[in-house]
Nanobody, 114 residues
Framework: QVQLVESGGGLVQPGGSLRLSCAAS????????VGWYRQAPGMQRDLVAD???????RYADSVKGRFTISRDNARKTVTLQMNSLEPEDTAVYYC????????WGRGTQVTVSS
């Protein structure tokens, strides 16, 4: 079982930045693919970005060039730096870890509004 705890969400104006962090309890965190998903009201949960155990990253087209994902295996954390935020980025952001079945955090709200 893996526990994931997100932090760093909040309210920000368009064009602003936020940094989301996820702390994991997994003893073997380094073997997991870890990432961030988001879900807006009435919408499905979609991939934002993830990073493999080997450091290979992938991003949703809508966030490429604005968001950066990184992982720290020693600290068992995964971070999402979000820049140039847009109202369309408003959603609940979920941390995800998987090596087989996925594990999820409870989510953190990100609201982009003036």
């Amino acid at each position: 079982q893996v526990q994931l705890v997100e932090s760093g969400g909040g309210l920000v104006q368009p064009g602003g930045s936020l940094r989301l962090s996820c702390a994991a309890s997994a003893a073997d965190f380094s073997i997991y693919r870890v990432g961030w998903y988001r879900q807006a009201p009435g919408m499905q949960r979609d991939l934002v970005a993830d990073v493999t155990r080997d450091g290979v990253t992938r991003y949703a087209d809508s966030v490429k060039g604005r968001f950066t994902i990184s992982r720290d295996n020693a600290r068992k954390t995964v971070t999402l730096q979000m820049n140039s935020l847009e109202p369309e980025d408003t959603a609940v952001y979920y941390c995800n870890a998987r090596v087989g079945a996925p594990f999820w955090g409870r989510g953190t709200q990100v609201t982009v509004s003036s």
